[in-house]
């Protein structure tokens, strides 16, 4: 497949030929959660792998602030090839095909190492100040909470108290934000789809390289923590989550409450994706989000379970049916 307009959105190729990829072959990589598009382009046994982020509903800056801060700070993000930041084009590293969950399902022996190299490449970037990006305060946590009640509750019919949801929350959340302070830098979707295995050993060591990073803020070390083992889209037994989580303690020193945040921010995370699950069905028509509800639902409740989230459990008895909650969110309509 050559380089075309049938291929490539308006403006691909001349991006193409300025950068001296012209006559390359073109292979788009599927995906349907933004507005972005990538594909993967080879020639002469070269590749790189361009990045269509679109204005006015995508902005390439933020990915390509983070992707340089990012490399400095030792972490492995894609070197950038070349860019146009107006037209959204982005010509970037090509780190392969395998992505960590895919490989763990046809290599499942390799599972220990490859969650081990995941936890120790988040250890160095929480030693570090915060990148250039903007904090993950009270506003931020409550706006990604809501959409659980904005989303998940009209779909199931339920009548609830939307203002006693967001004092639950910043209840709960308060004392995180204490013990935050100024924070590290968080990629906000750090999980095996994000992870790429650069050169992976049968055991699943080796290294490995992050993307999808654009959202970066300044927060709490646990966020991340629970993105790679409360992972929304694959399972991550719960005997390798405390056995990740005591890896993560050993090496970074963590106050008595780490545990507290981890559940609070597990809880936060997991409220916001079933909000987003629920969006991407009822608004843009992408029903096979609601597979991955019953195991984000799944998870929140084992982190409702922690004293830290008194005020949010009790508000979950109060507002969401038992016969919900013990179907794992329930069927969404």
């Known amino acids: 497949m050559s380089a075309?307009?049938?291929?490539?959105?308006?403006g691909g190729q001349q991006f193409l030929d300025a950068v001296g990829w012209a006559g390359c072959l073109i292979h788009p990589i599927p995906g349907d959660a933004s507005?972005?598009?990538?594909?993967?382009?080879?020639?002469?046994?070269?590749?790189?792998?361009?990045?269509?982020?679109?204005?006015?509903?995508?902005?390439?800056?933020?990915?390509?602030?983070a992707a340089s801060w990012l490399r400095e700070a030792g972490a492995r993000a894609p070197m950038i090839l070349a860019e146009d930041v107006a037209q959204g084009w982005v010509l970037t590293e090509?780190?392969?095909?395998?992505?960590?969950?895919?490989?763990?399902d046809r290599n499942p022996q390799g599972e220990q190492g490859a969650y081990s190299a995941a936890i120790?490449?988040?250890v160095p970037l929480h030693r570090t100040k915060a990148g250039p990006f903007e904090p993950y305060d009270m506003e931020t946590y409550l706006r990604e909470a809501r959409l659980l009640v904005e989303w998940y509750a009209p779909a199931m019919s339920l009548d609830i108290d939307s203002a006693g949801y967001d004092a639950a929350w910043a209840a709960?959340?308060?004392?995180?934000l204490e013990r935050q302070g100024a924070g590290v830098t968080?990629?906000?979707?750090?999980?095996?789809?994000?992870?790429?295995?650069?050169?992976?050993?049968?055991?699943?060591?080796?290294?490995?390289?992050?993307?999808d990073f654009q959202d970066a803020l300044a927060g709490h070390p646990a966020y991340d923590l629970v993105s790679l083992l409360q992972d929304a889209r694959r399972d991550v037994d719960p005997s390798l989550e405390?056995?990740?989580?005591?890896?993560?303690?050993?090496?970074?020193?963590?106050?008595?409450?780490?545990?507290?945040?981890?559940?609070?921010?597990?809880?936060?995370?997991?409220?916001?994706?079933?909000?987003i699950f629920t969006r991407l069905y009822r608004r843009d028509?992408?029903?096979?989000?609601?597979?991955?509800?019953?195991?984000?639902?799944?998870?929140?409740?084992?982190?409702?379970?922690?004293?830290?989230?008194?005020?949010?459990a009790h508000w979950f008895d109060t507002n969401i049916p038992a016969q919900l909650r013990e179907e794992r969110g329930g069927r969404i309509s």
């Open 4 to 10: 075309s307009t049938e291929v490539l959105p308006e």
């Open 35 to 65: 507005f972005r598009r990538y594909f993967r382009l080879v020639r002469e046994g070269e590749r790189s792998m361009l990045m269509h982020a679109p204005p006015p509903h995508e902005d390439p800056r933020p990915f390509l602030t």
């Open 94 to 104: 090509d780190f392969g095909d395998d992505r960590m969950r895919d490989w763990l």
């Open 120 to 122: 120790d490449a988040l």
């Open 172 to 176: 709960a959340l308060a004392p995180l």
């Open 186 to 211: 968080v990629l906000r979707d750090y999980h095996a789809e994000n992870i790429m295995l650069l050169n992976p050993s049968p055991d699943g060591s080796g290294e490995q390289g992050i993307i």
């Open 242 to 275: 405390a056995q990740m989580l005591a890896r993560y303690k050993a090496q970074v020193a963590s106050h008595d409450t780490f545990d507290a945040d981890y559940a609070l921010l597990g809880a936060q995370r997991n409220a916001k994706i079933v909000g």
């Open 285 to 312: 028509g992408k029903p096979r989000y609601l597979e991955f509800v019953p195991r984000v639902w799944e998870a929140m409740e084992r982190d409702l379970r922690h004293p830290a989230l008194a005020p949010v």
